[in-house]
């Protein structure tokens, strides 16, 4: 078992960053997949980046350049560096963790075996 709690989100213009944390309740570093997905109101849950344990990333089209995903196995922390942000990134994101079925289904089926409760992000323009 293992609780991630999301903390970082806020409300932000247009244009501005903002850097998300997911704090896991044990060692990561054997985690063979971690990631974020975002929700936005009337929306299903979508993929936004994921990582593998071999360090394999896979990035949203939208999200590309502009976000970072990060690992600090000392600190059991996952973080998304969020830049240039978009009224389009507006949504409650979600930290996951375990991915039972792989890499592919964990981002775009949303198989974890483990979610966080989720922060919202607000950008205005």
């Known amino acids: 078992q293992v609780q991630l709690v999301e903390s970082g989100g806020g409300s932000v213009q247009a244009g501005g960053s903002l850097r998300l944390s997911c704090a896991a309740s044990?060692?990561?570093?054997?985690?063979?997949?971690m990631g974020w997905f975002r929700q936005a109101p009337g929306k299903e849950r979508e993929g936004v980046v994921a990582i593998a344990s071999d360090g394999v990333t896979t990035y949203a089209d939208s999200v590309k350049g502009r976000f970072t995903i990060a690992m600090d196995n000392a600190k059991n922390t996952l973080y998304l560096q969020m830049n240039s942000l978009k009224p389009e990134d507006t949504a409650m994101y979600y930290c996951?963790?375990?991915?039972?079925?792989?890499?592919?289904?964990?981002?775009?089926?949303?198989?974890?075996?483990?979610w966080g409760q989720g922060t919202q992000v607000t950008v205005s323009s």
């Open positions: 996951a963790a375990d991915c039972p079925k792989g890499l592919w289904f964990f981002y775009n089926r949303r198989l974890a075996n483990y």
């Open positions: 044990r060692s990561i570093d054997t985690t063979i997949c």
